[in-house]
């Protein structure tokens, strides 16, 4: 299938923050779904325990047959879940999450908008073939397993930085959504998860995987752009209005840096001046 950008596909695309909830807690479903995140992640991978894996599975399909939007984390291809887990989520017809994405031709199999999950060393290698197949709206980072099977500290920024910006890199050059950065495991630790996305938003992440929903508010504010962000885009796009290329403060306006501007003043809701205007020759 070719992913449509509309309705689940475009809510994945454009998601600030997305909310892990165990697939096993469906108590947690509903409080999940009205913490403010951009999406739901219900996980029936590394949340669940080997011996609750089938019930999860039962309570994710429950809540999706009510018509709720969600993601779903799937178990990893060659685990015993694995195909019980897609035929439910493919059924359901939502989105899947997948992890230990390596195989671009095993993801061509999939039937409906998904997330590949890169969190190994083969899966970066490959992440432009992964994000170029049909269906895949954007990657993810999974920071901690490629940390673990690389030997380095998750937190260690440089260790990981390669591996961030190849996913970067990937997004953009198969035109899919930004990437969506790793979890910030301190759950109490706001400044952290802040920092942390502060960081990725400078590499060109556009969103966050979370693991609290005391981390969805500070992501949102720190993946907003700054008022003198928007300010210098405002500016940008009026100096530009007309011409195919203009100067502000001393600096050569053109294309591409009027489209930055745009893509700024998008994440900060402010649509009216995004439209291009048609050029006008000097």
Excluded at 123 to 135: D, F, I, M, Q, S
Excluded at 165 to 189: C, I, K, Q, R
Excluded at 200 to 229: D, I, M, N, W, Y
Excluded at 232 to 259: C, F, H, Q, S
Aim: overall charge negative; charged content about 25%.
């Amino acid at each position: 299938m070719t992913a449509s950008l509309d309705g689940i596909g475009a809510s994945v695309a454009a998601a600030r923050s997305l909310l892990f909830v165990p697939g096993d807690r469906p108590d947690r479903f509903a409080k999940a779904a009205a913490s403010g995140a951009d999406l739901v992640v219900l996980d029936l991978e590394d949340a669940v325990a080997p011996e609750r894996k089938a019930t999860a599975r039962e309570f994710v399909r429950d809540w999706l047959a009510g018509g709720r939007a969600a993601l779903v984390r799937i178990n990893a291809h060659g685990t015993p879940w694995y195909e019980d887990d897609l035929a439910m989520a493919q059924d359901a017809g939502a989105p899947l999450m997948v992890p230990k994405a390596e195989d671009p031709e095993r993801l061509a199999g999939h039937r409906t908008v998904q997330v590949p999950l890169i969190e190994t060393a083969l899966g970066v290698l490959r992440a432009r073939e992964l994000c170029a197949v049909p269906g895949v709206v954007r990657p993810a980072f999974g920071s901690i397993d490629l940390a673990a099977q690389l030997a380095v500290n998750p937190a260690d920024r440089e260790a990981l930085h390669h591996a961030r910006a190849t996913l970067v890199l990937a997004a953009a050059a198969a035109s899919v959504a930004p990437p969506v950065d790793g979890v910030t495991t301190a759950v109490n630790d706001t400044e952290a998860a802040r920092d942390d996305t502060v960081y990725a938003a400078r590499l060109g992440f556009s969103g966050k995987l979370c693991v609290h929903p005391g981390q969805v508010a500070v992501v949102h504010e720190a993946l907003a752009p700054t008022p003198g962000e928007v300010r210098w885009a405002r500016e940008v796009v009026e100096a530009a209005a007309g011409n195919t290329v203009a100067v502000l403060g001393g600096n050569m306006i053109d294309k591409p840096v009027v489209d930055r501007a745009r893509r700024l003043l998008v994440r900060a809701g402010d649509r009216s001046r995004t439209e291009p205007a048609a050029p006008t020759t000097p």
